[in-house]
């Protein structure tokens, strides 16, 4: 398994305080090169740990509307494709999936067009039951704590050792656990791409 070491948590600690910081700061702090925190801020984002650098925005600062908390329950024949277009609408900052096939959400909205709002984005038949509940406060702290990588390989499960392989496919970021998985789902997903 590909461990993350003290260097690498300590970065990601940092980008994570202020992910404008520059690397010759960062560098400083880690007592490490500015070239290094480049590659490895490279190598975190090839393994998909850092999946982009982006900006916290307080939407009730800029936006009409008040926040709100919308819980809603999906239909059985309901798709990925509706928390994608959830995730994708202006008025939405976060939204998470649960097991149960539940979509939570935080948006900010014009008062008393929550409703409205979620018919414009999403087909409502697709939808058993809604909760929307009004934000007083919220709070984003993430946190990066002490740990193992742990990376499945995408062609049989298991975990990716030290030895693993890393690949992208159509800008989609694949990991093995060695060279046979690599290959195997290379020729299948090849063969896949040209029937396509």
């Known amino acids: 398994m590909r461990d993350l070491d003290d260097t690498d948590l300590d970065i990601l600690r940092l980008l994570v305080e202020d992910a404008r910081r520059p ?16 590659d490895r801020v490279e190598r975190l984002a090839e393994l998909g740990v850092i999946n982009r650098f982006t900006v ?11 926040p709100v908390l919308v819980e809603l329950e999906l239909a059985p024949d309901a798709d990925d494709r509706v928390v994608k277009r959830l995730s994708d609408a ?15 959400l935080h948006a900010t909205v014009p008062e008393g067009e929550v409703r409205d709002a979620l018919r414009r984005i999403v087909d409502m038949d697709l939808v058993d ?4 509940s009004l934000l007083e406060e919220h709070a984003w702290d993430p946190q990066v704590a002490d740990g193992e990588l742990s990376l499945s390989c ?3 499960g298991d975990l990716v050792s030290h030895d693993g392989v890393t690949t992208q496919f159509d800008g989609d ?19 896949l791409a040209n029937q396509a």
């Open 23 to 38: 690397y010759s700061e960062i560098a400083d702090r880690v007592n490490v090169s500015p070239p290094t925190v480049s």
């Open 56 to 66: 916290d925005i307080d939407r009730s600062l800029i936006s009409k509307g008040v």
């Open 90 to 104: 202006e008025p939405v900052e976060h939204v998470y999936l649960t097991a149960e096939n539940r979509v939570v």
């Open 129 to 132: 039951d809604l909760e929307v």
């Open 154 to 156: 995408a062609e049989c």
């Open 173 to 191: 970021l694949f990991h093995f656990c060695g060279d046979d998985c690599h290959v195997t789902f290379t020729e299948r997903y090849t063969s």
